[in-house]
């Protein structure tokens, strides 16, 4: 399974739902496996420094291959590595980042924001979902 166009859409359009579900507009990135943009959507009252935010999450998912909630870890203060946030262009070592894997590779990479963090996650995990129930087109 790859992250194709149309499986990028996928998650953007199952990221949109839940946002509407739980009343949150939130700005939506999907990053293929070289940190490129693959789908971006931003939903109508979402803030415009969510932009920035959701594509960092991302990136932090997709560069570390992990939510990107699980870099706090190593970048907050007495941590390994203080100051790792500040590096790769600003990470974002918070809830909303998810990787996007199939066949036990990386593909991707979907990152949200707009609401509380616990709610970015949510919507990107549901996001997620998506792209691994996403049928294969013929």
């Avoid at 496996?33 to 803030?47: C, E, N, Q, Y």
């Avoid at 894997?101 to 997620?128: F, H, P, R, T, W």
């Amino acid at each position: 399974m790859s992250l194709t166009a149309d499986r990028a859409r996928a998650v953007i359009a199952a990221a949109e739902t839940k946002a509407w579900e739980i009343g949150v507009p939130v700005v939506v990135a999907v990053l293929d496996a070289g940190v490129h943009l693959k789908a971006f959507a931003r939903m109508d009252g979402a803030p415009l420094a969510s932009i920035d935010i959701a594509l960092k999450k991302a990136r932090t998912s997709a560069l570390f291959r992990a939510p990107s909630e699980a870099v706090w870890e190593y970048c907050k203060p007495g941590a390994p590595a203080p100051g790792l946030e500040l590096t790769n262009g600003g990470l974002a070592p918070f809830g909303g980042g998810v990787p996007l894997e199939a066949g036990g590779e990386l593909v991707g990479a979907v990152g949200v924001s707009g609401g509380a963090v616990a709610q970015d996650l949510e919507i990107a995990k549901a996001a997620a979902a998506a792209f691994h129930f996403e049928p294969e087109r013929a």
